[in-house]
């Protein structure tokens, strides 16, 4: 599987993906927003894009649909009930369902709610473990909610689905926001010593050449994984003195993602 992640350098800050298969040289573009960069990487690469897949229904994500369809004939793909709001999909999946790529990409569909109530996110069957997250898990960070998602469900979703992925999975988010997250982090920890060692080679970074993190290491300085933290307990009842000593794991993340909410 060949993986190119594309940075659109807009001011939302997105990533956009094509992945390949490296005997056919067919593509799957993944939320190519920037159609332009997105057209001209597949043509560099010699590849054919046939599908698009959306993550979930923003405008910052599916904005590039008909562009790319118009050049390509590639089929939309999307959750099965996000078809009412992303024009033109021509196939609906559900969790478990499959994508294949040419002769050896398979993407397993996730259901993922929680960003928004309609989004998935991809996680390879191939030679390379791979997470496509869309919205839902940012580098050292969790989606926001704020139009039409629920955080109890985003809850659910880091818990039982992300958490009990491969550790070395590699994590190909939507959008850079690295290092805002880090700093959250450490507002939320101050002891974090992942988040204290990377911060700096993220700090004012060039996110066409960004980093790639596992979740390994995810689960070292994304505050959205680390709910049994004593840190992270111990800051987070300073600002809500009303919670108990031990809250349990879901009101520490609701908490957090409302504090993350205006940071």
């Not at 880091?158 to 994590?171: G, I």
Request: net charge neutral; charged share 20%; hydrophobic share 40%.
């Amino acid at each position: 599987m060949l993986v190119e992640r594309i940075w659109t350098g807009n001011s939302y800050r997105n990533f956009n993906y094509l992945i390949a298969c490296p005997d056919t040289g067919e593509a799957l573009a993944i939320d190519p927003l920037d159609h332009v960069k997105v057209l001209a990487a597949a043509r560099r690469k010699g590849w054919e894009i046939t599908q698009v897949l959306n993550t979930h229904e923003h405008g910052d994500h599916t904005g590039g649909n008909a562009a790319v369809v118009a050049a390509t004939g590639a089929k939309v793909i999307a959750h099965h009930r996000a078809g009412a709001k992303i024009p033109g999909v021509d196939r609906g999946v559900a969790a478990g369902d499959v994508i294949r790529v040419g002769k050896r990409v398979e993407l397993e569909c996730m259901d993922t709610p929680g960003h928004t109530m309609c989004h998935i996110c991809l996680k390879s069957r191939s030679d390379l473990k791979a997470l496509f997250s869309g919205d839902t898990l940012f580098n050292a960070g969790a989606g926001n909610c704020h139009s039409g998602g629920n955080p109890e469900e985003l809850f659910m979703t880091f818990t039982r689905q992300l958490a009990a992925l491969p550790e070395d999975t590699l994590v190909y988010p939507g959008h850079d926001y690295i290092e805002n997250n880090l700093r959250f982090t450490l507002d939320r920890e101050p002891s974090n010593a992942a988040a204290t060692a990377l911060l700096p080679r993220v700090a004012g970074h060039d996110p066409a050449t960004s980093i790639v993190t596992t979740l390994r290491e995810e689960k070292q300085f994304n505050t959205f994984f680390r709910l049994g933290s004593p840190g992270v307990i111990a800051a987070l009842r300073e600002r809500f003195p009303g919670l108990p000593a031990q809250p349990d794991a879901k009101t520490v993340f609701i908490k957090l993602r409302e504090l993350r909410n205006s940071w």
